[in-house]
């Protein structure tokens, strides 16, 4: 029923000269971010030279999430979009978007990352298959902020040593935050790590661990994979099952008892991207 809902405004936008890309008067130029994270990691290069606007909002599951129609009004002044490349939401809405607003440039960051697949090969359009939570690993972003520091030097080229000298402290942060985090973890090679939805695939990659989640494609288990999933468990000694904040608590809980353990909040999307990973990882070190 929204999307319909959003199809009408769509027209309405249009047939009322509603101008695409365009700034409004002494105006930011508007760049949109699917995520949290991402907000942080464009005003790490651009300050505030740009007005930065979230498209998932705090609180909401970006594999579910629906636009509200007062979002259409800042997607139709935006000059730029960084999308995170196969986050849920984007797959549903990104057509949308882009029809709300021609003129505005659409950027995938995630282009050119070393990126997981699920079990079957992917054909070449595939999005539905990969990964989506691509920010979870400092190597990824260092080639995240490489792309937004090129994009907002051609929006902005008069800026253009300013952002080249903000990138260079935040790729010195990306860097601290890997160290930071294999001090922490050396001694946690091939832990397994059980989570609902499998949020630090590329965490456990970079750091060594195994993933092991309740989630398969999104779906919930059947009773064949919680019984091996119970099985890892109990042959590991692990006590602890992750769950994002997004998520019902008690998706987790029944998990939970069965192994005699506890269930334990994270938020990949925190805005304060680089300690929250910090502390991911001292929560899987301690558990």
Not at 101 to 122: E, H, R, Y
Not at 139 to 165: D, F, G, Q, S
Request: charged share 25%.
């Amino acid at each position: 029923m929204m999307k319909n809902m959003l199809i009408i405004l769509l027209t309405i936008l249009a047939w009322t000269g509603c101008r695409p890309g365009r700034t409004r008067p002494m105006e930011k130029p508007v760049i949109l971010v699917s995520i949290l994270p991402q907000k942080g990691f464009v005003e790490k290069i651009g300050g505030d030279d740009f007005q930065v606007s979230v498209l998932i909002p705090h609180g909401a599951n970006p594999t579910t999430y629906s636009l509200l129609p007062g979002q259409m009004t800042e997607i139709s002044f935006a000059s730029l979009w960084f999308r995170m490349g196969y986050v849920g939401f984007e797959l549903s809405w990104g057509d949308r978007i882009t029809e709300t607003n021609p003129a505005m440039k659409t950027v995938d960051l995630s282009q050119g990352l070393p990126l997981i697949g699920g079990s079957f090969p992917l054909e070449r359009d595939d999005r539905a298959g990969i990964d989506p939570h691509t920010w979870m690993s400092p190597a990824n972003v260092k080639i995240m902020a490489a792309t937004i520091l090129e994009e907002l030097t051609l929006l902005n080229p008069e800026n253009r040593e300013i952002y080249a000298e903000r990138y260079r402290r935040f790729a010195t942060l990306a860097d601290s935050t890997d160290t930071a985090i294999r001090e922490i973890l050396k001694d946690c090679q091939g832990k397994g790590v059980i989570t609902y939805h499998p949020s630090l695939t590329y965490f456990a990659r970079d750091y060594g661990l195994h993933q092991h989640s309740v989630e398969r494609g999104g779906k919930e288990p059947t009773p064949g994979h919680m019984a091996e999933l119970t099985a890892i468990a109990r042959r590991d000694s692990i006590r602890t099952i992750f769950i994002q904040s997004e998520f019902d608590i008690e998706m987790a809980r029944v998990f939970a008892e069965e192994i005699d353990g506890e269930v334990i909040r994270i938020w990949p999307l925190n805005p304060e991207w680089s300690s929250n990973l910090i502390d991911i990882a001292r929560l899987i070190r301690d558990k």
